[in-house]
């Protein structure tokens, strides 16, 4: 069985600091990331930043600066927040790296090698905040602009000499693909629109710009540089060390099996990448599954509104697990979901302060005054092992996985934070006293409950697991998903570590 696996959240125009979107998706990712690696995957996690193009070179002269030292400076930034979201990311990739240079041209020159590349002229729309290209009946008019009906930014007309990529003759064997790779691209809804927008019909696609000069140079022609979304979907392949095949890292972790992208960027990962990749003779990846917004109330951000949020300032206030926990439970993936102060003081309050929080506390304390914080010895009656068994599916939790399904996934672990602090009222251990194996018992159950369920939130809030995983003495190196199939794996008599107050409740 291949037990790699390798996911990438996409690469962040470094054109302002990050906000919550960007946090989302890098969120996100770094779940799948964690769960896999914790199931015994050797996981490359890819983030980085997309640093070419007019975007970038317009923001930089607005601020008097070049294009590079910009980008390094805001750069720098994203990958500050790599750390402040706790990202388990192998790799940061910047696109004005050397390394990516020379895979975007060696994917140039070979696609020009087979002859899926030619010079002509584009006259057409194009957004310089998206990046894209529109076509006639893709834009309208909006007070007193041009914008696209899809984004609402604003484009403007464009006349100049370019490359083209012969996307059109990829309509059919893309159809072809999305057919045999039914979960190619998801949520369902998400591959409906693309193949609908596959089956209206593909143009040839602009994919050098000849006016400005901030880019990877076309190798055959000084004048051009690649269109920056050739540039940056590159990205994928280049932290791999593309185009040298025969290293490990590519044969190991290409395709790529899961990137992850806002609904946004949809047909650049679903239609021109695997396009690209198939002209190129190169493998598409395995999935692309685009997400919703994360709106600011009812809002998409947007500087103009002022309505952006701070993933930094959310998590001084609050901290880094309770925002994870938040965007993974609450919001329904796939869909655009929302942040407030408010819901997210509600969710600490309830799920992890009264549910998961009190659950560790409860139990913990009694285990200090009645077992002296040792793991107790166990003899299993069949109410202990219906609740334990109940965390044992390992191979149903791998699908919810595979198949990113979040929001099931979370609700599992509501369930078993419920049904365990249940557990423990309805067994009233404080009235065993006189039967010290049947109170043992119950604490040993609640304990390995706690194991169990921390575990299975690793990947969502891994700080916080990590410091519950270390009453167990089991460091994070060692955290194995599969031990939860186990119902036996604290051993008796071993000391139980102090815990501090993990949530602490917020008064309203
Ligand atoms: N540079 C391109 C991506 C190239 S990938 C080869 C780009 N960058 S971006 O910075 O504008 O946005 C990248 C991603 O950030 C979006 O696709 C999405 O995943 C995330 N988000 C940005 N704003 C968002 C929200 N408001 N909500 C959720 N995610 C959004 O596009």
Not at 130 to 139: G, H, M, P, R
Not at 191 to 208: M, T
Not at 237 to 244: A, F, H, M, T, V
Not at 258 to 264: N, P, R, V
Request: hydrophobic share 35%; aromatic share 12%.
């Amino acid at each position: 069985m291949n037990k790699n696996y390798y996911i990438t959240t996409p690469i962040y125009y470094p054109s302002a600091k990050p906000h919550m979107g960007h946090a989302y998706s890098s969120i996100i990712a770094d779940f799948f990331a964690r769960f896999k690696k914790i199931d015994g995957y050797n996981v490359y996690f890819l983030t980085g930043t997309d640093e070419h193009g007019l975007k970038i070179q317009r923001s930089a002269e607005k601020l008097n600066k070049d294009p590079k030292s910009f980008c390094d400076e805001i750069s720098k930034t994203f990958e500050d927040l790599t750390k402040t979201l706790n990202l388990s990311n192998t790799d940061f990739i910047r696109t004005t790296e050397e390394r990516h240079k020379i895979s975007v041209q060696n994917l140039w020159n070979i696609l020009e090698k087979n002859k899926q590349i030619y010079l002509s002229k584009y006259s057409g729309w194009y957004s310089v905040s998206d990046e894209a290209f529109y076509n006639e009946d893709e834009v309208e008019e909006k007070e007193g602009s041009k914008v696209s009906r899809s984004s609402g930014s604003v484009v403007e007309w464009v006349e100049e000499e370019s490359f083209f990529f012969k996307l059109s003759e990829w309509e059919g064997p893309l159809l072809d693909f999305y057919e045999k790779n039914k979960n190619f691209i998801l949520p369902e809804s998400r591959r409906n629109e693309v193949i609908s927008f596959v089956k209206g019909g593909l143009k040839d696609l602009s994919v050098s710009r000849k006016t400005f000069s901030w880019g990877v140079k076309v190798p055959s022609d000084d004048d051009h540089v690649v269109y920056v979304w050739l540039d940056a979907l590159t990205n994928y392949l280049s932290s791999l060390k593309y185009p040298d095949e025969n290293n490990k890292l590519y044969k190991n972790f290409w395709p790529a099996d899961l990137h992850i992208i806002g609904k946004d960027i949809l047909r650049f990962h679903a239609v021109y990448w695997p396009a690209f990749l198939l002209a190129a003779k190169i493998k598409p990846p395995k999935r692309v599954y685009g997400h919703g917004w994360i709106l600011s109330g009812d809002e998409k951000m947007s500087k103009s509104k002022g309505n952006i949020l701070d993933p930094l300032e959310i998590i001084n206030t609050y901290g880094l697990d309770p925002l994870r926990y938040y965007l993974l439970k609450e919001v329904s993936f796939g869909n655009d979901g929302n942040i407030s102060e408010e819901k997210l003081e509600n969710c600490i309050n309830s799920d992890l302060a009264n549910n998961f929080g009190n659950l560790c506390q409860r139990v913990l304390s009694f285990a200090e005054k009645n077992c002296s914080s040792m793991i107790p010895d166990h003899n299993f009656m069949e109410e202990d092992l219906i609740i334990l068994n109940s965390i044992t599916d390992t191979d149903k939790i791998r699908t919810l996985i595979d198949n990113q399904d979040i929001n099931q996934y979370m609700n599992l672990i509501v369930d078993k934070l419920f049904a365990s602090n249940k557990y423990f009222n309805d067994q009233e251990p404080w009235k065993k006293k006189d039967d010290t194996l049947r109170l043992n018992t119950i604490v040993y159950t609640a304990l390995e409950l706690i194991r169990k369920i921390t575990i299975l939130l690793y990947p969502v809030m891994p700080q916080t697991s990590v410091k519950i995983l270390n009453i167990f003495n089991i460091k994070e190196n060692l955290i194995d998903f599969s031990t939860i199939k186990n119902n036996e794996i604290l051993e008796k008599e071993i000391k139980i570590n102090k815990l501090d107050i993990l949530f602490k409740k917020i008064d309203k």
